[in-house]
């Protein structure tokens, strides 16, 4: 005799060996041996042979119409041998009886289980509902398998394209789009973003950047709706003094400028000034609500978008030729000593008298030529000759405060390695779309006019910071416990020490106009200036301000993405720059062991960091010439090989010096959502049709 039983959702058959009342006990065809309880014993026969019997019976459970058996099918419950013998007939064997079972089992939508194989009719109208479900997902999958299909040959559907940045990065996985994906990914067994590259997905590998960065962080658009700029204050006290700025070509939110008086008198003023939107801008109005949710410029070359509508940063920001709005931090030295005598900030309009530019300058205010004043050219415009007794008396002192920071640091900071600009040319639009010719120049770190700006920066920052704590009021400051490596700067509300920079406390506060930290930071400043020692109860943000840590987590996240878009511009630019100019081979130094093994370098002359294969178990600094592969401008990576190194093996003399920052160079990773491996080994083990 044998059985027919159920266990966890599927049929066994097997020889009874001997049953109870209450059990019995069954030899499978694999020779185990299993104790059934008799309840679950669904159909005992005597012929054919029990693997016999479930081949019989799903073969015969695939020809049962199942409206018709359905039909057939009693009210109320009812067995699945009284359903077989109506349907097939009276002296229905022992395969129709379970293949019967088999068809019911597996037909939810028509018949529900009662028990062990027992039944019951589904409602007519559930039929009817689960009958469209069924030909709707039928439909589905044949859609999802045009699409396949059409990836396969080499062709984008259109609802893909359309949703391609969401499969990607934030897909839904049960969309048909991204099943589509997937499943020609497996036909093709090529990587989703290759196929989808190669199926014409992507306009450009431009224009494939730059619509993941706006699906991420603009989904709405990088525009502004239309908005009235408010108008600065007109009240405000005419500063004495006449300013000018130092900044890039390209920057048109020009947040900071500078003046000096006294030379000569022993006591000398520097005043730094910066763009105070703060004071027209209120906390949770239209304004506020803009800059909060875009809490800061991106930049990237050629292009950028600002966290302030255009009307509102032409408005504010420190154009020459005019009176601007501004907040002005007045710090007195001992001309000789540079010893500081007093500080002051104030709420006044400031008269910009010109807009310097570095990259026009530069390459004329050298150390040669401040601290030299015989030296001059033909080529120094008026208005610097005019500034330059200033602009030495201003490196001095710039000079003298890093060597402060530096003492506190308890080591020099390291200028060996320079910025890059970059420079677009042939560009039709007002954005860029990758066709365009790119340059890439070099700014030495620690040149006059930028060492003059940054330390300005520092005092000022470092100074309301200090301000700030010493009121009450909150702030949003940046810390750092100490310069050993993997010590990270964090954003916080306590008036910490800054050990990277050497300063007792730091907040960010002169970038108003493309910073949203600055922008809150002012208004907090504006209130200590208007309130004095009352500010803590006046600040738009009181202690203890809940909201102020949302800011901190919100902007860290956001000024992170910005900052890593703009790095990966940068890297493709720099890929660019590499095919526009047909360079195979570069200088670099080694600067560390990658992820797979491989070593890191350094480019020389261009911001690239690259694997070579080769450079195993040369020392770190070592120079070397590179053999360039071919970039990937989806991906962003370019691997080399070891050419040759230029340098001595035993003279550490002509090392590259490496810096933390180029220790913790990352490679360029590309992470997308799309994962082929998802229900691979389900769909391997599932039955074929």
Known sequence: ??????????????????????????????????????????????????????????????????????????????????????????KAPAPELAGMLMALFEAPHYFRR???????KAPPEIVQQALAAIEKKKQVQAQIDAWAGELAARTCPAPIREQLYKILFKPDKNAPEYKAVVEASRATHKAPLALLQDAGAMASAYDFHWQRFLFEWFPKGTGFAPMAAPEPPQELPLAPVTAYSIDDSETTEIDDALSVQGLGSGRVIVGIHIAAPGLAIQPDDALDAIARQRLSTVYLPGHKITMLPPEVVQLYTLDAERANPAVSLYVTYDEATLEVLARETRLERVQVAINFRHDRLDAIVTEDWITHPEISSENTPKPLLDKREELTFLYKLARHLKAQREEVRGKPENFNRPDYTFRLSGGTGDEPDGSETVSIATRKRGAPLDLIVAEAAIVANSSWGRMLAEHGVPGIYRSQASIAPGVKVRMGLKALPHAGIGVPCYAWATSPLRRYVDLLNQWQIIACVRHGTTAALAAPFKPKDASLFAIISSFDATYGAYNAYQSSMERWWTLRYLKQNAITELDAAVIREGMN???????????????????????????????????????????????????GPLDASDDAVIDDEDAEAPQATLSIAVDVSEGADAAAEAPAP
């Open 114 to 120: 009662a028990g062990k194989g027992r039944f019951r």
């Open 1 to 90: 005799m044998h059985a027919l039983f159920e266990d966890a959702g599927k049929f066994h058959a097997g020889r009874i060996l001997s049953e109870t009342d209450s059990s019995a006990q069954v030899e499978l065809a694999s020779g185990k041996r299993v104790k059934v309880k008799s309840a679950a014993l669904l159909l005992k026969f005597e012929q054919p042979a029990p693997d016999d019997l479930l081949a019989q019976a799903q073969q015969i459970a695939s020809t049962v119409e199942l409206p018709l058996a359905w039909e057939f099918a009693p009210e109320g419950e009812f067995g699945f041998a009284e359903l077989a013998h109506e349907y097939f007939s009276d």
């Open 597 to 647: 093994g491989d070593f890191l370098v350094r480019a020389d002359a261009l911001p690239l960091v690259l694997p070579v294969l080769g450079a195993q178990g040369l020392p770190r600094g070592a120079r070397v010439r590179v053999h360039l592969g071919v970039a990937d401008e989806i991906t962003l990576e370019i691997n080399g090989t070891l050419a040759g190194r230029l340098d």
